[in-house]
């Protein structure tokens, strides 16, 4: 590409509501997603109306209390979107980027987004979810929803999508250098060898049965931060949280590594190493609620670590994802290959015909 150029960076995330009042709405808007409820649309609806009225009342509704009754997804997204959009301005090849947050279950929401590139008149596209570990839960829904609203809106820009990034260098530094401060601490205050818990969102096992790369990447991810620590014979594991629902969902959970550690007499010190930045997940269900069931375990040595978030490290790592796609379209890792194994079908790069935007 040459130089001079305007470059818009859609980051995708999550989103969450920004107010106790659309804490039912944004929780509709997420189980009515195919991906989450794979049931056909009458049936999805149904579910997805009498879920987010329960969780609203129960579960959801009581996380966001400890929030002020919102979600600071969003103000922490915006964050990260102004230190890169700073990163790449201040880079020497002369383009001039703007970085755009778009949301998937709450706003801005995809739709608006879209319109909002749309009359900023880019000469290419990065959609850039933050997500490092690929799923089709998460960085396809998002996807699938820009192909959509840009379809309708007849964007037809030049555009890149990176799908996945459990390996980049700027993420997996991020990680092990928080990872490696709060376990030095964990070690003086307790005189004790900590375990690393390297805690991921869950997923039903049949979504991964059907060939989703996400727990093999989310393992790739966690072995990559154990190594790059520096810490001889880190004792360490993978976990899941934040089930949801009767299925089976893959394990071992949390809890049960909680439980493990508390048996084992050791410290933990947590990461969530699927996450971004910090949100309901780690300041609510980790920090308070895991914490909490710890203490009651008898772990009382109980370390979270913060989220890459706005870690120099990971931000420049994205920065040099989004350069190195500038000359290109379609949908790729940052490795510019597909990561996943035979046998993972559901790997975005070898469903990019069908997602390509």
């Known amino acids: 590409m040459g130089k001079n150029k305007k470059i818009a960076v859609v980051l995708m995330n999550l989103g969450g509501p920004d107010s106790r009042a659309n804490i039912k709405p944004f929780l509709f808007n997420f189980f009515m997603d195919k991906n989450i409820i794979a049931a056909p649309l009458p049936i999805r609806f149904l579910l997805a109306k009498y879920i987010a009225f329960k969780r609203n009342k129960n579960e959801a509704g009581d996380s966001y209390g400890e929030l002020g009754g919102k979600s600071p997804l969003l103000e922490n997204t915006q964050e990260q979107a102004d230190l890169l959009q700073k990163n790449l301005n201040e880079k020497t090849d002369n383009n001039h980027y703007k970085v755009f947050v778009s949301m998937r279950y709450w706003h801005p929401m995809t739709e608006q987004v879209v319109q909002d590139v749309q009359n900023y008149d880019p000469d290419h596209i990065v959609l850039l979810p933050l997500?490092?570990?690929?799923?089709?839960?998460?960085?396809?829904?998002?996807?699938q929803e820009w192909k959509k609203y840009a379809g309708k809106a007849g964007l037809d820009t030049p555009t890149a999508s990176i799908c996945c990034y459990p390996w980049d260098k700027g993420?997996?530094?991020?990680?092990?250098?928080?990872?490696?401060?709060?376990?030095?601490?964990?070690?003086?205050?307790?005189?004790?060898?900590?375990?690393v818990l390297f805690s991921a969102h869950g997923l039903p096992e049949k979504t991964?049965?059907?060939?989703?790369?996400?727990?093999?990447?989310?393992?790739?991810?966690?072995?990559?931060?154990?190594?790059?620590?520096?810490?001889?014979?880190?004792?360490?594991?993978?976990?899941?949280?934040?089930?949801?629902?009767?299925?089976?969902?893959?394990?071992?959970?949390?809890?049960?590594?909680?439980?493990q550690a508390a048996k084992d007499n050791v410290p933990v010190v947590i990461l969530p190493h699927a996450f971004t930045q910090e949100h309901v997940e780690t300041l609510v269900e980790i920090e308070i609620e895991?914490?909490?069931?710890?203490?009651?375990?008898?772990?009382?040595?109980?370390?979270?670590?913060?989220?890459?978030?706005?870690?120099p490290a990971f931000i420049d790592g994205l920065s040099d994802m989004i350069m190195a796609r500038l000359d290109d379209t379609g949908i790729k890792s940052d490795q510019m290959k597909s990561l996943c194994p035979y046998g993972f079908k559901e790997c975005c790069m070898k469903q990019s015909k069908k997602l390509a935007v």
Request: glycine share 6%.
């Open 171 to 195: 993420f997996i530094e991020a990680s092990a250098d928080n990872v490696a401060e709060v376990y030095d601490k964990a070690k003086e205050e307790t005189g004790k060898t900590p375990r």
């Open 131 to 143: 997500y490092p570990q690929f799923s089709t839960a998460t960085t396809r829904s998002s996807f």
């Open 290 to 311: 895991y914490r909490e069931e710890a203490e009651k375990m008898g772990l009382h040595d109980f370390y979270r670590v913060d989220t890459v978030s706005a870690h």
């Open 208 to 259: 991964i049965e059907a060939g989703d790369p996400y727990q093999w990447q989310c393992e790739q991810s966690a072995e990559k931060i154990a190594h790059a620590t520096g810490i001889d014979n880190l004792d360490w594991q993978i976990c899941y949280q934040s089930r949801v629902g009767p299925l089976k969902w893959i394990g071992p959970s949390t809890l049960e590594a909680l439980e």
